[in-house]
């Protein structure tokens, strides 16, 4: 007697599911068992139990031997495709330059999504992140940009995070002033080194000043209030 075997499609299946049951998936107009084999693709049967190893296509093959009542089937075949398991990916919310500095490579970590017993380690990334464009002081967003996971994953969230350009730093050094006893101080002036990014000058705001004193002698200068403003930043007044 002949005997046939009908193997529908399978489907919504994803990197993580573990193991699938075929039992009752193909069926026979015979009363002969049905064996399960798979022909190709990232899993492995056992009896009616598929174990799903990865992401990809998976070809499956369902035959029936026969016996002495029964011819054997016509083996048939189908394709299971196993989807990415997905990932929630957040950008480093730690990341700074100083002003006039490369940008670094942006960082990122994996929140959610690990299919155990896999870590970061196994999955495999392309592309990278970007911010929004711009390089004065402040602070700036970083995006998804290119970055995708590849493989056994794909990213279906991402937080952005915050990249901050810092200001870059001023050294101040005051000018040596004098003045005839009974005369008004000048205005205590002064150089500063530390320009980047081919800047030619630097803005500030607030002043100098200078030890108390109206007497005959010499008075130590110091900071009063002096700032610079925008990129930079003094870090020392000598």
């Given at each position: 007697r002949r005997s046939s075997d009908l193997f529908p499609t399978l489907s919504g299946v994803i990197y993580g599911v573990g193991t699938v049951s075929l039992s009752g998936d193909a069926t026979t107009t015979s009363p002969l068992t049905v064996a399960y084999s798979v022909l190709s693709g990232p899993g492995s049967v056992s009896g009616t139990t598929l174990t799903v190893s990865g992401a990809g296509t998976i070809v499956l093959q369902a035959s029936q031997n026969g016996n002495a009542n029964w011819n054997a089937a016509t083996p048939v075949t189908q394709?299971?495709?196993?989807?990415?398991?997905?990932?929630?990916?957040?950008?480093?919310?730690?990341?700074?330059?100083?002003?006039?500095?490369?940008?670094?490579?942006?960082?990122?970590?994996?929140?959610?999504?690990?299919?155990?017993?896999?870590?970061?380690?196994?999955?495999?990334?392309?592309?990278?992140?970007?911010?929004?464009?711009?390089?004065?002081?402040?602070?700036?967003q970083v995006n998804e940009g290119t970055l995708a996971a590849t493989g056994n994953y794909t990213i279906?969230?991402?937080?952005?995070?915050?990249?901050?350009?810092?200001?870059?730093?001023?050294?101040?050094?005051?000018?040596?002033?004098?003045?005839?006893?009974?005369?008004?101080?000048?205005?205590l002036a002064y150089t500063y080194a530390g320009l980047v990014n081919g800047d030619a000058s630097a803005t500030f705001t607030g002043a100098l000043t200078r030890v108390a004193g109206e007497n005959v002698g010499n008075y130590a200068i110091t900071n009063n209030n002096l700032a610079a403003t925008g990129n930079y930043t003094i870090t020392a007044v000598v």
């Open positions: 394709t299971l495709v196993v989807s990415p398991a997905h990932l929630t990916v957040a950008a480093s919310l730690t990341q700074s330059k100083t002003y006039g500095q490369s940008d670094p490579v942006f960082t990122y970590a994996i929140t959610a999504g690990l299919v155990t017993p896999d870590t970061a380690s196994n999955v495999t990334f392309t592309g990278a992140e970007t911010r929004v464009s711009g390089e004065n002081v402040g602070p700036y279906i969230s991402f937080t952005a995070g915050t990249f901050t350009i810092n200001p870059a730093p001023l050294t101040v050094t005051a000018s040596n002033e004098t003045k005839v006893f009974g005369t008004t101080d000048p205005t």
